[in-house]
């Protein structure tokens, strides 16, 4: 009988790993090569965060972005905020943001810790869009902002996203300039 639990508890356990490596292989295989004919250089983006520097690839999915490299790198991003961050090099755990409808979200760094941040309605001031975020604990308070930088023509030129409360932002930027 346990046998038989554990059998099926595999089961789903691998075909949830089946699922992840064939996202994996899909994002992967939509990056642009130049064997596509296609100027890669157009959809490269720069990723800086806690010391780590990555060469990352947009590829744009049904709820956003990817940044993704062929290492395995992924950052998603929403068209507000990063919301997922996996493969980094290092002893980081993957980063996931889940937003919740009264405004909160929960940071996980998983295997490290877990964030309970409240933030406020984006807003645009100028060409950022602005939202105020506030992470409050035992014995500290940290307020940030999560940044999205706009060229006059609406491109993205820069992304910045706290991650970690009291940490410096994630940034990612296109490795052309963009229009301003």
Known sequence: MIRKILSGVLMVLCTGCAV??????????AMPSRA????????AWTMDFAGIQLLLYAVT?????VFANRDGTQIAFDGQDVVLVTGLPGA????LVRKQEDGTREHEVRGVEEYRVTCQV??????????????????RVVTFDQRVVLGNDG?????EAVLVPGAPPMVLEPMLGRGS
Do not use: F
């Open 92 to 95: 980081m755990g993957d980063i």
């Open 36 to 43: 596509d004919n296609l100027d890669e250089d157009l959809y």
């Open 155 to 159: 491109q993205i030129l820069r992304i």
């Open 20 to 29: 992840q490596s064939m996202q994996t292989e899909m994002v992967r295989a």
């Open 122 to 139: 984006t807003d645009r001031v100028g060409d950022v869009l602005v939202t105020p975020c506030r992470y409050e604990a035992e014995e």
């Open 61 to 65: 999915v049904q709820d956003g972005t």
